[in-house]
């Protein structure tokens, strides 16, 4: 399985149809077909019933969903969190605040969120 696969599956999903997902994806219907053939494999079964006009969500498809679209956010979340660290605009910070510190909390958060 890769990403591709789970993009076209997505895409299918949100057009209903394999030749508009195929067209906004630029891509011949009979490869998104095979993608779509490969991911139901890898999964043990079809995702979809065809036949119809429009394809339908198999129990399998309907419940695989949501996992591909949780896998598609993270690898979006992970290309931008690669830019951001190669732009210098990612990383951790961590403060600790005690009960005796001279500057209020307040203060402080306002300088970092002034560097952001």
């Not at 891509?27 to 429009?54: D, H, M, W, Y």
């Given at each position: 399985m890769d990403?591709?696969?789970?993009?076209?599956f997505?895409r299918?999903?949100?057009?209903?149809?394999?030749?508009?997902?195929?067209?906004?994806?630029?891509?011949?219907?009979?490869?998104i077909?095979?993608?779509i053939?490969?991911?139901?494999?890898?999964?043990?079964?079809?995702?979809?019933?065809?036949?119809?006009?429009?394809?339908?969500l198999?129990e399998?498809?309907?419940?695989?969903?949501?996992?591909?679209?949780r896998?598609?956010?993270?690898?979006?979340?992970?290309?931008?969190?690669?830019?951001?660290a190669?732009?210098?605009?990612?990383?951790?910070?961590?403060?600790?605040?005690f009960?005796?510190?001279?500057?209020?909390?307040?203060?402080?958060?306002?300088?970092?969120?002034?560097?952001a």
């Amino acid at each position: 399985m890769d990403i591709n696969h789970l993009v076209a599956f997505e895409r299918i999903v949100r057009e209903g149809s394999f030749s508009a997902a195929a067209r906004l994806l630029d891509i011949q219907q009979p490869t998104i077909s095979a993608r779509i053939q490969l991911l139901e494999q890898e999964v043990g079964g079809p995702l979809f019933t065809r036949g119809g006009r429009r394809p339908t969500l198999t129990e399998r498809g309907t419940s695989f969903l949501p996992y591909a679209r949780r896998i598609l956010e993270l690898h979006r979340e992970g290309i931008e969190a690669a830019h951001l660290a190669q732009e210098g605009k990612s990383g951790r910070i961590s403060i600790r605040a005690f009960s005796f510190t001279r500057f209020p909390l307040k203060v402080c958060q306002g300088s970092f969120a002034a560097l952001a």
